[in-house]
């Protein structure tokens, strides 16, 4: 029983941890502004990927709302918080903390459908917001260079950590 509340407390405390570094890079580090309507090109997915590669789907979908979510209403685009918390934890899902590489057959092709995901996920919350289904082809590619920028950045920083070994040094402590 102790091990069990041991292993939840420390999910809770990375997911706190990744929802707090989602926030921090979306809203502060390559934050871009495009578009009209509030959007902005950001690599904080990478940080969701990340995160959903060590922590349980439910921790992992749960840093990728909260940190995802708090981005947009501090970032003055709040309209988006919503849909992001739908979003976000969608692509967290595309990834699996199963194995120890993070550079996996899975978690590679996940970078692909997380941006799917992502891409599509917003141009229907941006259709749905402005009423208009044909206005928000033009945001797409913001979307599209976001998915791309965050899936590069995501597996230069999974090389990383592979190299070191830092996930398996992680569940060995657990």
């Given at each position: 029983?102790?091990?069990?509340s041991h292993?939840?407390m420390?999910?809770?405390?990375l997911s706190a ?6 926030l921090l890079t ?10 009209t309507?509030?959007?902005y090109i950001h690599?904080?997915?990478t ?6 590669c060590?922590?349980?789907?439910p921790?992992a979908?749960?840093a990728?709302?909260?940190g995802?979510g708090?981005?947009?209403v501090m970032?003055g ?5 919503i849909?992001t918390?739908?979003i976000?934890?969608?692509?967290a ?7 120890t590489?993070?550079l996996?057959?899975?978690?590679l092709?996940?970078?692909v459908l997380a941006?799917?995901i992502s891409v599509g996920?917003?141009y ?6 402005v009423?208009n ?6 945001t797409i ?9 965050s899936?590069?950045?995501f597996i230069?920083l999974g090389?990383a950590v592979?190299?070191?070994?830092l996930?398996?040094?992680l569940?060995?402590q657990?």
């Open positions: 029983m102790r091990e069990h292993e939840k420390k999910n809770l405390t941890m990744f929802a707090a570094v989602i979306i809203v502060y580090l390559f934050h871009i502004p495009v578009g309507a509030g959007g690599f904080g997915d940080f969701i990927y990340l995160a959903a060590f922590l349980p789907v921790y979908c749960g990728a709302a909260i995802g708090l981005a947009d970032s685009a709040a309209i988006w918080a849909p918390m739908i976000k934890p969608l692509t899902l595309c990834f699996t903390s199963r194995r590489q993070l996996n057959r899975r978690n092709f996940g970078t941006g799917l996920g917003y229907l919350a941006e259709a749905v917001l009423g289904w044909t206005a928000p082809i033009l590619w913001g979307n599209v260079v976001q998915a791309i920028g899936g590069i950045l230069v090389l592979d190299r070191t070994g996930k398996r040094k569940l060995e657990g």
